[in-house]
């Protein structure tokens, strides 16, 4: 990427004709600009966040710091990649992000723990505490008195992710409350919630597994004696979990 031949700084927040600005769709443009913002260049090196680059929540401060969780995925999964390439590997996370989606999407669907806006689905090779699950919340109810009812609709949905030990998984389950369950990732186990392309190597390795093991059981294969039905497992769990 050559060097910049020229920056601009604005200065809306004291220039008197506007004192402030926030993005709207005018006239001849649509939500997809939106997405066009937010693409980033150079090979993924240059990367944008803010309120104009968040479809579904523009012009609002929740939707500039989730746009912010966002970019700091792509980031980290850019990083990630460059490393990758540096010592040889061959990388994880699938080029087609729309089929990495709908993986995501089919695996949640049978949750190995539910609750509030949480799911949570575990590798089934194995048992052990320190294994890594992997974490899904769902912005929607939880984010209604932040965002208002009337922004949240049914198929505008934001999902993010983040990986634990099984164990931790266990406790976050024990705490009481989506707001106290969000606290005790951040603070208290001091993880990031990313959005799908930034689980980075490690939680991309994750869904593969779990993929590959999900269609080994369903195929009538080997399963070995840690492998449990998911359904009961969900009823069983949301039920103790109210």
């Not at 004709?17 to 939106?34: H, I, K, Q, T």
């Not at 999407?105 to 949480?118: I, N, R, W, Y």
């Not at 992710?161 to 099984?166: H, I, L, S």
Request: aromatic residues 10%; proline residues 5%; contains cysteine.
């Amino acid at each position: 990427m050559p060097n910049p031949v020229q920056t601009v700084c604005t200065r809306w927040g004291s220039d008197y004709l506007c004192y402030g600005s926030y993005s709207n769709v005018a006239v001849g443009a649509s939500g997809d600009d939106y997405d066009i913002l937010a693409e980033s260049v150079g090979d993924g090196r240059l990367f944008f966040a803010g309120e104009a680059t968040i479809r579904r929540y523009p012009a609002t401060m929740h939707g500039a710091y989730m746009s912010g969780l966002r970019e700091a995925g792509n980031i980290a999964a850019a990083a990630a990649a460059r490393l990758a390439a540096l010592k040889g590997e061959r990388g994880i996370v699938p080029k087609d992000m729309v089929a990495y989606s709908a993986t995501l999407a089919e695996l949640f669907k049978e949750p190995d723990l539910e609750f509030g806006s949480f799911s949570i689905i575990f590798d089934h090779q194995s048992n052990d505490p320190q294994s890594i699950a992997l974490v899904k919340l769902q912005y929607g109810e939880t984010t209604k008195k932040m965002v208002g009812e009337s922004s949240l609709k049914p198929d505008q949905q934001l999902y993010m992710y983040t990986t634990v030990t099984r164990q931790q998984a266990y406790d976050l389950r024990e705490v009481r409350g989506d707001k106290a369950r969000f606290a005790y990732l951040c603070h208290k186990l001091g993880v990031k919630l990313v959005g799908r392309r930034g689980l980075g190597p490690q939680g991309d390795a994750l869904v593969v597994a779990i993929k590959w093991n999900r269609a080994t059981r369903k195929s009538g294969g080997a399963t070995g004696p840690s492998f449990k039905s998911p359904k009961p497992g969900v009823t069983s769990l949301a039920a103790a979990s109210k």
